[in-house]
């Protein structure tokens, strides 16, 4: 009976350790949650757009960051650059083409983790109805417990350059350049 009883409970212990040491999947905080863009313009200025509802899950590993993965999207819509009729013109086919391709995805394909608190996160952008593999040269800021929401929660910053014409975007190129400065900052709550 001693024997089976500590059998029973080394296999509970491993079981619970497998458990703990599972991928925890997080929710996009989408009020704290967007990205940000610039491009120069004729060389006279820089401008700056930024998205939001930005909708996704991460899937975290702290035990083994690398073995994380994150899944993003967010509505070409809620582009905003303060000036309206730039962002109409920005929705069009010129640019967005927002009425056939609504929507802006991302998927991790693989994670390189560069530092304690670094990665470069690989996945495939669909943007404009075409799809490209981007790094991200991501930071997690933070991870630990939210003081208001009382449960785990997370932080990142990522950055990237992508080109506009890679996507059918390169209307005006290279007076407005076709290089295009991308920062993107995410929470996430556990779920």
């Known amino acids: 009976m001693i024997k089976t009883t500590a059998l029973t409970a080394a296999a509970f212990a491993v079981?619970?350790?497998?458990?703990?040491?599972?991928?925890?999947?997080?929710?996009?905080?989408?009020?704290h949650s967007q990205v940000v863009f610039d491009y120069t313009?004729?060389?006279?200025?820089t401008t700056t757009g930024m998205f939001s509802g930005i909708d996704g899950t991460i899937s975290f590993d702290a035990?083994?960051?690398?073995?994380?993965?994150?899944?993003?999207?967010?509505?070409?819509t809620s582009l905003m650059t303060g000036d309206e009729a730039r962002d109409e013109h920005f929705l069009t086919d010129d640019f967005f083409g927002a009425e056939a391709a609504p929507e802006v995805t991302f998927t991790s394909?693989?994670?390189?983790?560069?530092?304690?608190?670094?990665?470069?996160?690989?996945?495939?952008?669909?943007?404009?109805?075409?799809?490209?593999?981007?790094?991200?040269?991501?930071?997690?800021?933070?991870?630990?417990?939210?003081?208001?929401?009382?449960?785990?929660?997370?932080?990142?910053?990522a950055t990237t350059?992508?080109?506009?014409?890679?996507?059918?975007?390169?209307?005006?190129?290279p007076a407005v350049s076709d290089e295009v400065e991308v920062a993107i900052s995410v929470e996430a709550m556990a779920e």
Not at 127 to 140: A, F, Q, S
Request: charged residues 15%.
């Open 15 to 31: 079981t619970a350790g497998a458990a703990l040491a599972e991928p925890q999947t997080y929710s996009f905080d989408t009020a």
């Open 41 to 45: 313009h004729l060389g006279f200025s």
């Open 63 to 76: 035990e083994n960051p690398a073995n994380s993965s994150v899944e993003a999207t967010f509505p070409v």
């Open 109 to 157: 394909t693989s994670i390189e983790v560069t530092g304690d608190n670094t990665a470069l996160i690989t996945g495939d952008l669909t943007l404009n109805g075409i799809t490209k593999e981007v790094v991200l040269d991501t930071v997690l800021n933070q991870q630990g417990e939210h003081p208001m929401e009382n449960k785990p929660w997370l932080g990142f910053d």
């Open 161 to 173: 350059t992508l080109l506009r014409s890679d996507f059918n975007m390169a209307m005006f190129a």
